[in-house]
């Protein structure tokens, strides 16, 4: 191992190793923590090796005082994993010299990490001539072909390598990006045309998010590397990811042709030959690539097949296309599909709780869900209260938080305000009453305090409340807030109040909370007291989504109405499900054309106008037989079929 200021990762990395090796080389480069002082408990013999730069030197600099007659290393971010204990011993019994060995990488940030599996060279005989060349990404696999062309190479079976260091903050911790960037720079002034250094070098740029120069640095490698070449099917896909990240969608799918040319069974290039034409709107193209990618067989080690591709993250993809044209029952078929494949991927559910509509259909959604799957976890019921209270659905959300058995002060906030919103006010009280002044929450905790004494349209001790939230010296937005409260209770006029960002925000909330409760006559108040003009039109059209749903169309239709000019075509569209729940059929197709109109790509918009017509056509056909009952032409209608040709 080399090593330098891995204290957080050391321990683990030894941990798993140490029942299996007979010795353990650490060369330090100048840690200035507790590094060597955790090695040393592992028995490890530790050398200091000043830094220079190249990850070769020390690399060889630890080969040179390993005693064994094999090689295995590690870097300290990763974690040597066994399927049975004698693993290692049987692989070096072999005649080989060495093996590729499975590495797991763990990507993403704390919340939602990620696996892409690859092949690495970290185990081999113990040979003087064998050593390590290159800067950065330090490779021995040429070196011991140049010394022994007949050496013979397996991939090891029975071990894996869990790696955590693309994990974001073991990133942003190490400056990564930058440091190897300017390593393999250095490198390349000296091996300009170094196919494996200049492939590197293009997946350093790609996460440095330098994406045309990275599709640049791929297209010069590949066509300077052999097809059969390790890293050549990942090559494609992280030129194909590039060119798609910097929107060179044509070229993209021009390189992904090139590639399942030489491997047609590579489920990857599927996935993002379906993520591509999904960007340009070819939902059809993009429909049958996922297909195609969830049927590919099992990926071998070198395709470096990203987690989900066969599976979870197709799925998904599907559904929302399916989605897109208003197939509910396709789509729910395919989310369920993803979540089997991986019950952790809250994409998906969060697309299954929507179209269930939580918040209108509470009970439903509940008996829906549990038809299907099993939530047991803490952690399951946290991810199902977080999804039902961004959907409004408080009900569930205080269901799911009850099961939690010691929540977060956020959990617990969280609890208190769907208490308030279920009208279980006397708990929620005693709860916030808990809040300290020198707690993080107490404003949030003394906002929802407020929100249950105005709900209960208890008049004092609201706009008690409300002074001693001014006094808290909030801000300007959350004091006009405030006011606008205030004047509700004492039923004063006022000027219209206009309102930026947080004010927004906060007022949204409020609103959309009182809507869940019904209380139209407040929710008006404060929308006639507002100036609707200064909020954007996202705003307004998510205030008009909540009345919507629970039954309160004309007000929806008038906080529409409030904007000066429509430039999102969600907005018609909305405007047109209000008109249909309304049985304006004119007005609704009205609406659907102007989003139409607005962008021609959208196939929902398409679909609904379908739907709208033979909703249309059948209450016109209903109404024509109820005044001319005997009229052989209405009825002949009725059965689909046209008269002497009319």
Same mark, same amino acid.
């Given at each position: 191992?080399?090593?330098?200021?891995?204290?957080?990762?050391?321990?683990?990395?030894?941990?798993?190793?140490?029942?299996?090796?007979?010795?353990?080389?650490?060369?330090?480069?100048?840690?200035?923590?507790?590094?060597?002082?955790?090695?040393?408990?592992?028995?490890?013999?530790?050398?200091?090796?000043?830094?220079?730069?190249?990850?070769?030197?020390?690399?060889?600099?630890?080969?040179?005082?390993?005693?064994?007659?094999?090689?295995?290393?590690? +870097?300290?971010?990763?974690?040597?994993?066994? +399927?049975?204990?004698?693993?290692?011993?049987?692989? $070096?019994?072999?005649?080989?010299?060495?093996?590729?060995?499975?590495?797991?990488?763990?990507?993403?940030?704390?919340?939602?990490?990620?696996?892409?599996?690859?092949? $690495?060279?970290?185990?081999?005989?113990?040979?003087?001539?064998?050593?390590?060349?290159?800067?950065?990404?330090?490779?021995? $696999?040429? =070196?011991?072909?140049?010394?022994?062309?007949?050496?013979?190479?397996?991939?090891?079976?029975?071990?894996?390598?869990?790696?955590?260091?693309?994990?974001?903050?073991?990133?942003? +911790? =190490?400056?990564?990006?930058?440091?190897?960037?300017?390593?393999?720079?250095?490198?390349?002034?000296? =091996?300009?045309? +170094?196919?494996?250094?200049?492939?590197?070098?293009?997946?350093?740029?790609?996460?440095?998010?330098?994406?045309?120069?990275?599709?640049?640095?791929?297209?010069?490698?590949?066509?300077?590397?052999?097809?059969?070449?390790?890293?050549?099917?990942?090559?494609?896909?992280?030129?194909?990811?590039?060119?798609?990240?910097?929107?060179?969608?044509?070229?993209?799918?021009?390189?992904?042709?090139?590639?399942?040319?030489?491997?047609?069974?590579?489920?990857?290039?599927?996935? @993002? !030959?379906?993520?591509i034409h999904l960007e340009l709107k070819n939902f059809a193209l993009a429909q049958e690539a996922l297909q195609m990618a969830v049927t590919m067989p099992e990926q071998p080690p070198q395709y470096a097949s990203f987690g989900g591709v066969r599976g979870f993250r197709s799925f998904y993809h599907l559904g929302n296309i399916a989605e897109r044209f208003l197939d509910e029952e396709e789509?729910? /078929?395919?989310?369920?599909?993803?979540?089997?494949?991986?019950?952790?991927?809250?994409?998906?559910?969060?697309?299954?709780?929507?179209?269930?509509?939580?918040?209108?259909?509470?009970?439903?959604? !509940?008996?829906?869900?549990?038809?299907?799957?099993?939530?047991?976890?803490?952690?399951?019921?946290?991810?199902?209260?977080?999804?039902?209270?961004?959907?409004?659905?408080?009900?569930?959300? &205080?269901?799911?938080?009850?099961?939690?058995?010691?929540?977060?002060?956020?959990?617990?906030?969280?609890?208190?305000?769907?208490?308030?919103?279920?009208?279980?006010?006397?708990?929620?009280?005693?709860?916030?009453?808990?809040?300290?002044?020198?707690?993080?929450?107490?404003?949030?905790? /003394?906002?929802?305090?407020?929100?249950?004494?105005?709900?209960?349209?208890?008049?004092?001790?609201?706009?008690?409340?409300?002074?001693?939230?001014?006094?808290?010296?909030?801000?300007?937005?959350?004091?006009?807030?405030?006011? &606008?409260?205030?004047?509700?209770?004492?039923?004063?006029?006022?000027?219209?109040?206009?309102?930026?960002?947080?004010?927004?925000?906060?007022?949204?909330?409020?609103?959309?909370?009182?809507?869940?409760? !019904?209380?139209?006559?407040? $929710?008006?108040?404060?929308?006639?007291?507002?100036?609707?003009?200064?909020?954007?039109?996202?705003?307004?059209?998510?205030?008009?989504?909540?009345?919507?749903?629970?039954?309160?169309?004309?007000?929806?239709?008038?906080?529409?109405?409030?904007?000066?000019?429509?430039?999102?075509?969600?907005? @018609?569209?909305?405007?047109?499900?209000?008109?249909?729940?309304?049985?304006?059929?004119?007005?609704?197709?009205?609406?659907?054309?102007?989003?139409?109109?607005?962008?021609?790509?959208?196939? !929902?918009?398409?679909?609904?106008?379908?739907? &709208?017509?033979?909703?249309?056509?059948?209450?016109?056909?209903?109404?024509?037989?109820?005044?001319?009952?005997?009229?052989?032409?209405?009825?002949?209608?009725?059965?689909?079929?046209?008269?002497?040709?009319?």
């Amino acid at each position: 191992m080399i090593v330098k200021n891995e204290q957080e990762n050391i321990r683990r990395c030894l941990q798993s190793a140490v029942n299996w090796v007979d010795e353990i080389i650490v060369i330090d480069t100048g840690s200035t923590d507790n590094t060597c002082e955790i090695a040393r408990t592992f028995g490890a013999k530790i050398y200091s090796f000043p830094w220079d730069n190249n990850f070769s030197t020390a690399r060889n600099a630890s080969l040179e005082q390993a005693s064994g007659d094999w090689i295995l290393f590690l +870097d300290a971010d990763e974690e040597l994993q066994l +399927d049975y204990p004698h693993a290692l011993s049987d692989l $070096v019994s072999t005649e080989h010299e060495g093996f590729f060995i499975k590495i797991i990488n763990y990507i993403g940030k704390e919340n939602w990490v990620e696996t892409s599996p690859d092949l $690495v060279f970290r185990l081999f005989r113990n040979k003087p001539e064998y050593r390590f060349a290159g800067a950065v990404h330090e490779q021995i $696999v040429d =070196k011991l072909l140049l010394n022994n062309p007949q050496a013979s190479f397996q991939i090891a079976g029975g071990l894996s390598i869990l790696h955590y260091g693309y994990l974001e903050q073991q990133i942003k +911790d =190490k400056d990564k990006k930058n440091r190897n960037l300017k390593l393999i720079e250095e490198e390349l002034k000296q =091996k300009p045309n +170094d196919s494996l250094l200049l492939y590197h070098y293009g997946v350093e740029l790609f996460r440095a998010e330098k994406f045309s120069e990275a599709a640049l640095v791929f297209i010069r490698t590949a066509n300077a590397t052999k097809p059969e070449t390790i890293y050549f099917p990942k090559l494609i896909r992280y030129l194909v990811m590039s060119q798609q990240s910097a929107r060179e969608y044509a070229q993209a799918l021009h390189a992904l042709e090139l590639g399942l040319q030489f491997f047609p069974d590579y489920a990857d290039l599927y996935y @993002y !030959k379906g993520l591509i034409h999904l960007e340009l709107k070819n939902f059809a193209l993009a429909q049958e690539a996922l297909q195609m990618a969830v049927t590919m067989p099992e990926q071998p080690p070198q395709y470096a097949s990203f987690g989900g591709v066969r599976g979870f993250r197709s799925f998904y993809h599907l559904g929302n296309i399916a989605e897109r044209f208003l197939d509910e029952e396709e789509a729910l /078929k395919y989310y369920i599909l993803s979540l089997r494949d991986n019950p952790e991927f809250r994409h998906s559910l969060e697309r299954i709780i929507g179209i269930l509509n939580p918040a209108k259909y509470p009970e439903d959604t !509940k008996e829906s869900l549990e038809r299907v799957f099993k939530f047991c976890s803490p952690q399951a019921s946290l991810m199902l209260a977080e999804i039902y209270l961004k959907q409004e659905s408080y009900k569930l959300c &205080l269901e799911q938080l009850e099961k939690i058995a010691d929540p977060s002060p956020q959990n617990n906030l969280w609890k208190i305000i769907c208490q308030i919103q279920e009208k279980k006010h006397f708990p929620a009280l005693r709860a916030l009453a808990g809040y300290s002044p020198d707690n993080p929450l107490y404003p949030l905790a /003394k906002l929802n305090e407020l929100m249950s004494y105005w709900i209960q349209n208890k008049k004092q001790k609201s706009l008690g409340l409300i002074s001693e939230l001014k006094d808290l010296k909030l801000s300007a937005e959350t004091g006009k807030v405030l006011d &606008l409260i205030a004047r509700n209770i004492t039923h004063t006029s006022t000027f219209p109040y206009k309102f930026a960002g947080e004010g927004w925000y906060l007022l949204q909330d409020i609103i959309k909370r009182l809507v869940y409760l !019904k209380d139209i006559e407040k $929710v008006e108040d404060l929308l006639g007291k507002t100036d609707l003009k200064s909020a954007d039109e996202q705003t307004i059209l998510n205030l008009a989504r909540s009345l919507l749903n629970q039954g309160y169309s004309q007000t929806a239709k008038e906080c529409l109405s409030s904007l000066a000019e429509i430039k999102d075509p969600e907005t @018609y569209y909305l405007l047109g499900e209000i008109a249909l729940v309304q049985n304006n059929y004119a007005e609704a197709e009205n609406y659907f054309l102007q989003a139409i109109h607005l962008t021609e790509d959208e196939p !929902k918009y398409y679909v609904k106008l379908k739907n &709208l017509y033979q909703e249309w056509r059948s209450d016109l056909l209903k109404r024509a037989l109820e005044r001319y009952p005997e009229e052989e032409i209405f009825r002949s209608w009725q059965g689909g079929q046209k008269v002497d040709g009319r």
